[in-house]
């Protein structure tokens, strides 16, 4: 009955965490997820306010332009410009996407043809190896290891499979490791697309989320990267909107245009109230967005303990809401997750969740109060490994 690509895809091992959690809870036990990637806090007030007045607003009841509302592209460069420092024509370099997973899954089929290569970070969040494949491509994969502080070696990519690549995903700060990018390693990228003319995706959902100090980069601050780029920003994890589906993606211009033909002919763009409530995020004080930071780096000061009790001390992450850590070498990542959740009601994610590459590793998501967080590294310091 299904299609090749559906049967094709891997078991879902996320529906399994879930029934295994549910069995787990239906004994009673005080469950603590730190599984899922979802803020737990509500969206900012003003955000909702926003809203609610937008929606009662007859013009945003018709469908939608297909490249986004002019304000909302607008507001999206002035944005760019402010936190970040690029500059975005907002007519040619911008698009509304519903959510960064929607760009992530249909960018492919704008520079893929049957049988082209993308090549595709692992661990990884999945959508780009299966958007890829949804395309008729063939996904490469680019090992992210420790020893290279979780960067992809772009010099070990064969050269046959060079010739066959259009396409290259990268995500910093990084999910699941939290890993981040420094512009040195992001003018190798422009130097490798320039090279071997491969457009780079860069996915920058975890842009804002960031501690001590630390600025993450924007991949379009490097030199030549508006001639073989484009950057997805989501207002998901920064603004608690994940429930919302509201990015954007900027960049050269001629892949937005690509991208934005695909589009044209799937989807009929996103809902006008919603991107009136983007404006308000993206306009306002980023105070809130501050705010989250400190709250997000106390409950990661805090499961930090937790992790050296069990002996699975890591560095604190300077970004992302994930806690990335090597599990005890006696257990898969499965074995160790399971063990967490039945021997202590915790649900992290394993690592091979993510791909082969995150064998050896769990994450934990740092969308749980500090109270709770605390009473998971309880748990933790009473277990037996
Ligand atoms: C959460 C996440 C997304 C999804 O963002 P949406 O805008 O909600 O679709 C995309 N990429 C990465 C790496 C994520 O972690």
């Known amino acids: 009955m299904y299609s090749d690509r559906i049967n094709a895809l891997p078991p879902y091992l996320f529906a399994t965490i879930d029934e295994a959690?549910?069995?787990?809870?239906?004994?009673?036990?005080?469950?603590?997820?730190?599984g899922v990637g979802d803020p737990d806090q509500p969206t900012h007030q003003h955000i909702v306010d926003s809203m609610c007045e937008a929606v009662r607003d007859p013009s945003t009841h018709r469908y939608p332009s297909y490249s986004g509302m002019p304000a909302f592209r607008e507001a999206a460069a002035r944005w760019c410009k402010e936190t970040k420092g690029i500059d975005i024509d907002p007519a040619t370099e911008a698009l509304t996407m519903i959510g960064s997973k929607e760009g992530v899954a249909h960018i492919p089929l704008a520079f893929l043809n049957p049988g082209d290569v993308a090549l595709v970070p692992d661990p990884a969040y999945p959508v780009y190896k299966i958007g890829t494949q949804f395309a008729g491509g063939v996904p490469h994969i680019m090992p992210l290891l420790e020893e290279n502080d979780f960067l992809p070696d772009l010099d070990s990519i064969p050269k046959d499979v060079l010739e066959k690549t259009k396409l290259m995903f990268m995500n910093y700060p990084n999910n699941p490791t939290s890993a981040?990018?420094?512009?040195?390693?992001?003018?190798?990228?422009?130097?490798?697309?320039?090279?071997?003319?491969?457009?780079?995706?860069?996915?920058?959902?975890?842009?804002?989320?960031?501690y001590d100090g630390y600025e993450a980069?924007?991949?379009?601050?490097?030199?030549?990267?508006?001639?073989?780029?484009?950057?997805?920003?989501?207002?998901?994890?920064?603004?608690?909107?994940?429930?919302?589906?509201?990015?954007?993606?900027?960049?050269?211009?001629?892949?937005?245009?690509?991208?934005?033909?695909?589009?044209?002919?799937?989807?009929?763009?996103?809902?006008e109230a919603v991107q009136k409530a983007g404006i308000t995020a993206l306009d306002s004080s980023q105070q809130c967005v501050t705010?989250?930071?400190?709250?997000?780096?106390?409950?990661?000061?805090?499961?930090?303990?937790?992790?050296?009790?069990?002996?699975?001390?890591?560095?604190?992450?300077?970004?992302?809401?994930?806690?990335?850590?090597?599990?005890?070498?006696?257990?898969?990542?499965?074995?160790?997750?399971?063990?967490?959740?039945?021997?202590?009601?915790?649900?992290?994610?394993?690592?091979?969740?993510?791909?082969?590459?995150?064998?050896?590793?769990?994450?934990?998501?740092?969308?749980?109060?500090?109270?709770?967080i605390e009473e998971a590294v309880g748990r933790m310091e009473k277990l037996d490994l």
């Open 180 to 210: 981040t990018a420094s512009l040195k390693f992001f003018e190798e990228v422009v130097d490798f697309a320039r090279e071997n003319e491969v457009v780079i995706v860069h996915d920058n959902a975890y842009s804002d989320m960031v």
């Open 21 to 34: 959690k549910a069995k787990v809870k239906e004994q009673g036990v005080d469950v603590i997820d730190l």
């Open 217 to 271: 980069p924007s991949f379009l601050n490097v030199d030549g990267a508006m001639d073989v780029g484009v950057e997805f920003y989501s207002l998901s994890k920064t603004y608690n909107m994940t429930g919302w589906r509201i990015a954007f993606a900027v960049g050269n211009k001629d892949i937005i245009t690509g991208f934005g033909k695909v589009k044209s002919n799937i989807d009929s763009g996103a809902f």
């Open 291 to 372: 705010d989250m930071n400190n709250v997000y780096k106390q409950r990661r000061d805090t499961l930090l303990k937790g992790l050296d009790a069990m002996g699975l001390a890591v560095n604190p992450p300077k970004a992302t809401f994930y806690v990335w850590a090597r599990v005890p070498e006696k257990y898969s990542s499965i074995d160790f997750s399971s063990l967490l959740l039945e021997e202590a009601g915790i649900v992290a994610t394993p690592g091979v969740g993510f791909g082969d590459y995150g064998e050896g590793y769990i994450r934990f998501a740092l969308t749980q109060t500090v109270e709770r």
